[in-house]
């Protein structure tokens, strides 16, 4: 079982790193983009590019971000009942949760399927196969339901989940 936890928790942080080297990617192609601007060349598909680098970064961060606490999570109700509703409402909502990205990523698998067998390529000038750029939505939703199917068998068998929050970033200091 170590083994596992520790691949699942690397498998989350190098979704991490990638969402922001994707992040850095969106820079640098905005930079390129203004610095191709001011000496009169033309930068073909760097929107486009920049698009697709917004929507890695966003779905490779989701499991890392639901690991370190970074999602919104309304705490309000279970802090407010006792133990074992608290564990009852936590099973239910890891077990929607997982259901829901589990169902996304089974879709999103058939949908970049068909834009691969039908060669789909993007109206732009850089003319891409969708199915790449795609691709990253079915890995990111795919690291999503792992995580919340391992926070919710975390809760089952250990009683809690595996959410950490980073407390410094709670603090407010005047």
Not at 16 to 41: D, F, K, Y
Not at 85 to 109: D, H, P, Q, S
Request: glycine share 6%.
């Amino acid at each position: 079982m170590a083994a596992i936890r520790k691949t699942l928790d690397f498998l989350y942080l190098l979704a991490g790193i990638a969402a922001a080297v994707c992040l850095v990617a969106i820079l640098v192609l905005i930079v390129a983009q203004m610095v191709a601007r001011w000496t009169g060349e033309i930068f073909p598909g760097a929107p486009n590019y920049a698009g697709y680098a917004m929507a890695a970064a966003s779905f490779l961060a989701f499991a890392n971000a639901l690991n370190k606490g970074a999602h919104i999570r309304v705490s309000i109700l279970l802090n407010a009942v006792p133990a074992g509703m608290k564990r009852a409402l936590e099973i239910w909502c890891f077990t929607l949760g997982a259901a829901v990205a589990w169902y996304f990523t089974y879709y999103a698998y058939w949908f970049v399927y068909w834009s691969w067998k039908f060669n789909e390529v993007s109206q732009g000038q850089d003319a891409i196969h969708l199915w790449i750029p795609q691709s990253v939505m079915v890995i990111g939703g795919g690291l999503m339901a792992i995580a919340l199917t391992d926070n919710l068998f975390h809760v089952v068998f250990k009683g809690d989940h595996r959410i950490s929050r980073d407390t410094v970033d709670d603090t407010f200091e005047v």
